[in-house]
């Protein structure tokens, strides 16, 4: 060959491993700058209702490291590395707030991407190696809907008690005349009389009737956080009295409730928040049941994308599915499969918070996740005994 066409040949050599190498061992570069940056900022601003704390920044929470590429599942893998002083930022020891702000402020990194995996690490250590154990008896399998199992619905969020503050209010922001709080219960509770009129036993992790019955805060009892209802249900003291705070205890009463009844599965209602728009859906990959968590999650985003698509709007953007390593206490505490549907932008006004205005929408969502949870629960009947 002569000499001036060999370097051709030696980059064509180049460019065809690069096509046939795994992503995985080609990390991008712009894209984990780009989370980093996010990530950063996100870190200069105390998480929402944490102003009493200063920003994590000035309290020495840092960002050590991204790294951003693709599993071998064929999903993006972004791995978040921070700085020892994330695990003691919050004086309660609650890592959520401070993870949420970080996965919120990073959304548009990962718009177009159907499935990403999410890491997050202290000093280079896994994260879930910091993380307390269920202190609850853990159920070795969770009981198949065919045998009686039950499918725990959890609308997340209600008034709650902040000690900080000594008073008793909403967890969530009032956006746009609306409140997650409530929305989520109105979706919540749509959905279990869906799974109940298609003969699914189910069940809700907060008061079931919007009435004005008062709760211990004052507010109706259907305005109050799933924590306070499982209590009055009976059930003993470490499902719903386990954390620093009743922020905390309420976001371990859920899972630890659906443990304690034995649910076939939990599914968590929730809206979104971060600027962005559309549906995805949440699962862990260290709490056992990673392999139907997904399955699961897998089947209610589609389902739910779907109808929304069909029924509302074509143009309703999906997500896709979004796993992490313990950073979601909902699902990372749950010993049965456990998903977390976020289904739209509450801070965006147009067409998320619109959509969670309209009845119909809620309706639509409760019908999708039920379709879901029928197609859910055959397959399990037919592939898993």
């Not at 994330?86 to 177009?112: F, M």
């Not at 509770?189 to 298609?198: F, Y």
């Not at 909902?330 to 509450?346: D, G, S």
Request: hydrophobic share 40%.
């Amino acid at each position: 060959m002569p000499r001036p066409f060999r370097w051709l040949a030696a980059l064509g050599a180049v460019l065809a491993f690069l096509a046939t190498t795994p992503r995985a061992q080609q990390p991008d570069t712009a894209i984990a700058d780009a989370i980093r940056m996010q990530a950063e900022r996100a870190l200069s601003v105390a998480p929402r209702n944490y102003g009493r704390l200063l920003a994590p920044a000035q309290a020495g929470v840092r960002v050590l490291g991204v790294q951003v590429g693709v599993a071998a599942s064929g999903a993006e893998s972004i791995t978040i590395d921070l700085s020892q002083r994330a695990l003691t930022y919050d004086p309660s020891g609650n890592l959520e707030p401070l993870l949420e702000t970080i996965l919120q402020a990073t959304a548009s990194s990962v718009r177009g991407a159907p499935r990403v995996d999410y890491h997050f690490t202290i000093d280079g250590i896994q994260l879930e190696r910091f993380l307390p154990a269920p202190p609850v008896k853990i159920t070795p399998r969770a009981q198949p809907l065919t045998m009686g199992g039950v499918v725990l619905v959890s609308p997340g969020h209600g008034v709650y008690w902040d000690e900080e503050l000594g008073e008793w209010h909403l967890q969530r922001p009032r956006l746009f005349g609306i409140v997650e709080d409530e929305v989520n219960w109105d979706i919540g509770r749509n959905l279990l009389d869906e799974l109940l009129g298609a003969h699914i036993n189910a069940t809700l992790a907060r008061y079931t009737q919007r009435d004005a019955a008062s709760g211990l805060s004052g507010s109706p009892r259907w305005e109050e956080a799933a924590k306070y209802f499982i209590e009055t249900l009976g059930a003993p003291g470490d499902v719903w009295n386990f954390g620093a705070d009743d922020y905390a205890r309420d976001i371990n009463a859920r899972p630890f409730y659906a443990n304690w009844i034995d649910a076939a599965a939990i599914i968590s209602i929730h809206n979104n928040g971060g600027q962005e728009t559309g549906t995805e859906t949440w699962y862990d990959a260290t709490n056992g049941w990673e392999a139907e968590s997904s399955r699961l999650a897998d089947i209610v985003n589609r389902h739910v994308v779907s109808a929304i698509r069909t029924r509302y709007s074509p143009a309703w953007v999906d997500r896709g599915l979004r796993s992490c390593d313990g950073c979601k206490g909902e699902n990372r505490l749950a010993t049965r499969p456990a998903v977390i549907v976020e289904l739209a932008y509450m801070d965006t006004q147009t067409p998320d918070n619109d959509a969670l205005h309209d009845e119909t929408f809620k309706r639509i969502i409760a019908q999708a996740i039920r379709e879901a949870v029928q197609e859910w629960a055959a397959q399990l009947d037919c592939c898993h005994g």
